[in-house]
């Protein structure tokens, strides 16, 4: 089993930053891609941004150029740095991780999620 466990969601004014994290932890032999998720109250789950192992990134057009994932495989973290925030970003974040356990299976380990709000 894995635990995923979010951090670093709050109350920001538009144009300000943010910076998610995103730790696994358990039976953990390799993660392959991690990404963040959002979900607004009234829409659909959107792809935030994702990122592989061997770093390459993904973003949804609605974040590109604002937005940057990263990791740090050593510690099975992924962090999302949000800068330029609007209201349209408010909702929910959540973390996936692509984890590959020691008996070769893999599955998707979710986190609880933070909350991100954009207000002023």
């Known amino acids: 089993q894995v635990q995923v466990v979010e951090s670093g969601g709050g109350l920001v004014q538009p144009g300000g930053s943010l910076r998610l994290s995103c730790a696994a932890s358990g039976s953990i032999f390799r993660i392959n891609t991690m990404a963040w998720y959002r979900h607004a109250p009234g829409e659909e789950r959107e792809l935030v941004a994702s990122i592989t192992s061997s770093g390459d990134t993904n973003y949804s057009d609605s974040v590109k150029g604002r937005f940057t994932i990263s990791r740090d495989n050593g510690k099975n973290t992924v962090y999302l740095q949000m800068s330029s925030l609007k209201p349209e970003d408010t909702a929910g974040y959540y973390c996936?991780?692509?984890?590959?356990?020691?008996?070769?299976?893999?599955?998707?380990?979710w986190g609880q999620g933070t909350q991100v709000t954009v207000s002023s």
């Open positions: 996936r991780a692509d984890v590959v356990d020691y008996g070769s299976f893999e599955y998707p380990g």
